[in-house]
């Protein structure tokens, strides 16, 4: 996995400024690859307070801002699939249909299992098995900055940074005949994508980011549509919590009987750790 290798010299974001103004920098990696993303990093709770409030005042300035949490601020932005495909000869048709042939009925949708060629239906399907777990050429987002925190946030990991992206859909080609590089499936079979505000950027999508964004001459335009927060990751604590507070944990996110495991074992996680501090005996 490429790693980043100017982190220490990337600016800390500046509460005295508005996000516009900041002084933002491009990732380098150790691959020699230069990055697209306007990248600055967060490290304390006001500095955080601070990102949230920018970026409401954003919200309402703007339209169609969407976003990408990554638990690893040195992932890329490239799917599951393509990151552990990478230099290999990987036909992925050849994976969406074995999944399609498996998944035969297992899925309450199962018109979405039909033969065909069709770019349209073929996306319809990898953005189901995207929410059960399968390793598919599609990017998960959201339109809730939360659902991003979230699960940027959900998993421990020894990392010093998280990662949150941000982009606006309109950057992307909406298509011919309903194909799109952004799309929200017409499919949810078991609510996951509702839940979470998601929608799918294709990895055609992407390089449309990316081409973008590098010959973008205006400073505006490149931090509404391609930044990246570096938060760290001393932060967690702090803000599962405050996201629990709003009603954004497990049990929402995943509203099947997933959520309901991991919300209990979640539960059962604070027990254990409040009774480390019960007298023994």
Not at 33 to 60: A, M, P, R
Not at 183 to 193: K, L, M, Q, S, T
Request: overall charge positive; glycine content about 6%; some cysteine.
């Amino acid at each position: 996995m490429s790693k980043l290798t100017n982190l220490k010299e990337m600016h800390f974001i500046n509460r005295k400024k508005p996000l516009s103004d900041q002084n933002f920098q491009l990732e380098i990696f150790d691959d020699g690859l230069v990055g697209y993303y306007q990248c600055i990093k967060v490290k304390t709770l006001k500095q955080f307070e601070y990102l949230l409030k920018e970026i409401l005042l954003n919200e309402k300035k703007y339209q169609g801002f969407i976003y990408r949490g990554q638990s690893d601020s040195n992932w890329k932005l490239e799917s599951t699939f393509q990151r552990e495909t990478k230099g290999k000869c990987v036909d992925p048709y050849s994976h969406y249909e074995n999944f399609r042939q498996l998944a035969r009925g297992k899925l309450a949708e199962q018109s979405l299992l039909q033969k065909t060629q069709e770019t349209e239906y073929i996306n319809e399907l990898w953005a189901v098995g995207q929410h059960l777990g399968l390793k598919t050429p599609l990017l998960d987002w959201t339109t809730n900055l939360y659902v991003a925190l979230f699960f940027a946030f959900e998993k421990e990991k020894k990392v010093k940074y998280r990662a949150i992206y941000r982009t606006n859909m309109d950057l992307f080609d909406k298509g011919k005949l309903y194909v799109s590089e952004c799309f929200v499936p017409y499919a949810d079979p078991i609510g996951r994508i509702s839940a979470q505000q998601g929608l799918f950027i294709t990895q055609k999508g992407i390089a449309t980011l990316e081409n973008a964004m590098r010959t973008e001459k205006d400073h505006l335009e490149k931090v509404l549509c391609s930044t990246k927060f570096y938060i760290a990751n001393t932060l967690r604590d702090e803000i599962l919590a405050y996201l629990k507070h709003i009603g954004i944990k497990f049990e929402t996110i995943y509203p099947d009987i997933q959520g309901a495991i991991l919300e209990a074992n979640e539960r059962l996680k604070k027990d254990i750790e409040r009774a480390k501090s019960y007298p023994r005996g």
